[in-house]
């Protein structure tokens, strides 16, 4: 069964840390699911190698983080995605997850998109930074040319000049047009500011409601978000991820919109 065949969240923080955090997100994650009948699939990266420093914390890396994963996918059931980043890694995550995603600085890596592909898993792959909504048209062909029934592609800001992105809200329907895949808004990534923290990422978390709103109403097929329990502690993008006890609200502004879009919530 198709796994992005209606609208979809994904959800969970940047890297897997210990199995009491994972299990925290991945329960309340669950909980949300069943309670606003929301498809949620889980994301957390076991090596997050593209960190703009060295020494940056990546995460526990493959071997010790495959199973922090599958821990995650039995005790939630909940399916589970985690970035791959070397075309060698993708066999063995696909033995354990449901979707393997490409990053956007990966998309046109034409290996990993391949070997991605192969697995048979559904891939998501993130559409570049500097990349126009066409472009990412190739990109699918390649995982389906190399074997993915499933492929999606999130939009997650193009770059405008220095340390900003910025969100093309016409990109979701683009995006479906060229390459006839759901097209998935990334409302956490999207705030960054690259390189204004200290040579990293910052960003701006205060606008991630107010973006995903516009997204939704815009007509992505699903969402992408980053989310911690408390954000400030988080090893990685701890300045642009949502606040886990702020996302039951914005899900059930999500939930309205798309009601409202659809003549659900009408009264006339």
């Not at 048209?137 to 800001?157: H, I, L, N, S």
């Not at 006839?180 to 978390?205: C, E, L, M, N, W």
């Not at 980053?226 to 996302?247: C, G, K, V």
Request: proline share 7%; charged share 25%; hydrophobic share 40%.
């Amino acid at each position: 069964m198709p796994l992005f065949d209606r609208f979809t969240l994904i959800a969970g923080p940047c890297v897997l840390e210990d199995e009491g955090l994972n299990l925290e997100v991945g329960r309340e994650l669950a909980r949300l699911s069943q309670a606003l009948r929301l498809p949620i699939v889980f994301k957390a990266s076991y090596d997050k190698a593209n960190r703009s420093k060295a020494g940056a914390p990546r995460g526990p890396g493959l071997e010790a983080g495959l199973p922090l994963l599958e821990t995650v996918a039995a005790k939630t059931g909940l399916p589970v995605l985690t970035d791959v980043h070397e075309p060698h890694h993708c066999a063995r995550a696909a033995d354990v997850v449901d979707v393997l995603q490409i990053p956007a600085f990966l998309c046109r890596q034409t290996d990993l998109v391949e070997a991605a592909g192969a697995t048979g898993r559904a891939v998501n792959i993130k559409k570049g930074q500097w990349m126009a909504p066409e472009e990412m048209t190739a990109a699918v062909d390649k995982a389906r040319q190399a074997g993915a029934d499933e492929v999606t592609v999130t939009e997650r800001g193009t770059f405008f000049g220095y340390g900003n992105l910025v969100v093309d809200m016409r990109s979701f329907a683009r995006i479906r047009a060229a390459a006839s895949v759901p097209a998935i808004f990334d409302g956490t990534h999207s705030v960054q500011r690259p390189g204004k923290a200290d040579g990293a990422s910052g960003g701006d978390p205060e606008h991630i409601p107010s973006l995903v709103r516009a997204a939704v109403a815009a007509g992505c097929d699903g969402l992408f978000l980053e989310t911690h329990p408390e954000p400030a502690r988080a090893p990685s993008d701890s300045t642009n991820m949502l606040p886990l006890d702020r996302l039951p609200e914005l899900l059930e502004d999500v939930i309205a919109i798309r009601a409202a879009l659809s003549g659900e919530g009408s009264h006339g």
